[in-house]
């Protein structure tokens, strides 16, 4: 028997409990004709019933606060009863820690859930505590190091209380295990926004390992727009004529990676705004369009051919194209 069913068997309804005798449970109203009803659980339907009835007279008591808990068991991701939840600890001054380790214990088990990781912040910006939140969140990203609530948690807690001296170093440590971990990228990029910013000797690193990444695996996306939104943050791809020479010579040695080829012609669009219209830039910028359209991204063709049609538009020129 597993420990769900055993509680289940010991769980006494509300409507069979004598101190509950004075609420009259209110039903879930779905109109006169609903389209599907939710074939809810016996349980289910006893307990928000009840919740609905306390809800609706606003009782401040320490039996609503232990309904609210086996309504939350119930349905995780239910926001009212979450908020009101939030109501009952402040009214009833309930111990903030103990409340700490309540929400720890459901996230764990339900650590996708956006009402649970929403409810922890709140917690922990009421506590003035940050103490447990690196170590949790890192816990919790060992185990899914993509889970966007976790991520989103973390950065509210490193933005309330100041804490981003170390980030870059975590998100190493977790491109070394995965470099294509979006996520992680995205906060590298956060993490930098929030401590040194986009200062040469920050971006001299940074290009080296965004390229150092990118030789490993040409195809991953994330490295792709990592390097060009911090070159954009910085000073502009235009800027980096030297970098541009370095990924020209690699699609010549014949890495084809349609965003080796995509960088290149934003290079070089950027530098035709930028710089003035040239020859060079411009031509190259087209070849690249229809390698593009033709071989290397073919599943974007049009994309690609609308592209170099736009270039035609913008930057005018005298010579053959």
């Known amino acids: ?42 349980k289910f339907i006893d307990v928000f019933d009840y919740f609905r009835a306390i809800l609706k ?16 068991t119930l349905n995780a991701a239910n926001y009212t009863v979450w908020h009101f939840r939030r109501v009952l600890l402040q009214e009833l001054k309930k111990d903030l820690r103990v409340e700490l380790d309540y929400i720890t214990d459901v ?48 950065q509210l807690v490193l933005n309330h209380f100041k804490l981003w001296e170390g980030e870059v170093e975590l998100t190493t440590i977790l491109l070394e295990k995965d470099l294509r971990n979006n996520s992680a990228w995205n906060q590298r990029y956060y993490a930098i926004v929030n401590t040194t910013s986009f200062v040469r000797e920050t971006m001299e690193c940074e290009v080296g390992y965004a390229i150092q990444m990118i030789k490993k695996a040409p195809n991953n996306e994330s490295a792709w727009n990592y390097l060009k939104g911090i070159l954009s943050a910085a000073d ?3 800027q980096y004529p030297a970098l541009k020479d370095d ?75």
């Open 1 to 42: 028997m597993s420990s769900s069913e055993s509680e289940d068997e010991d769980f006494v309804f509300y409507r069979d409990r004598k101190e509950w005798n004075d609420v009259t449970p209110i039903k879930q109203d779905d109109g006169p004709y609903p389209v599907v009803s939710i074939a809810y659980s016996e």
């Open 57 to 72: 007279k606003n009782e401040i008591s320490d039996r609503a606060f232990d309904l609210v808990t086996d309504a939350i």
């Open 107 to 154: 996230i764990r088990e339900q650590p996708k859930n956006y009402q649970v990781w929403y409810h922890r912040g709140i917690i922990v910006k009421w506590l003035k505590d940050s103490s447990f939140e690196l170590d949790f969140t890192r816990e919790m990203l060992h185990i899914d190091a993509k889970n966007y609530h976790c991520w989103q948690h973390r």
């Open 236 to 238: 502009g791809l235009h």
């Open 247 to 321: 990924f020209e010579k690699m699609l010549c040695d014949g890495m084809d990676s349609p965003y080796l080829l995509s960088f290149l012609v934003d290079y070089y669009e950027e530098d035709l705004e930028n710089n003035g219209v040239n020859e060079i830039s411009f031509k190259r910028a087209k070849e690249l369009c229809a390698q593009l359209s033709s071989d290397v991204d073919v599943i974007r063709k049009e994309y690609w051919d609308y592209m170099s049609r736009s270039l035609n538009s913008r930057f005018p020129v005298t010579w053959s194209s």
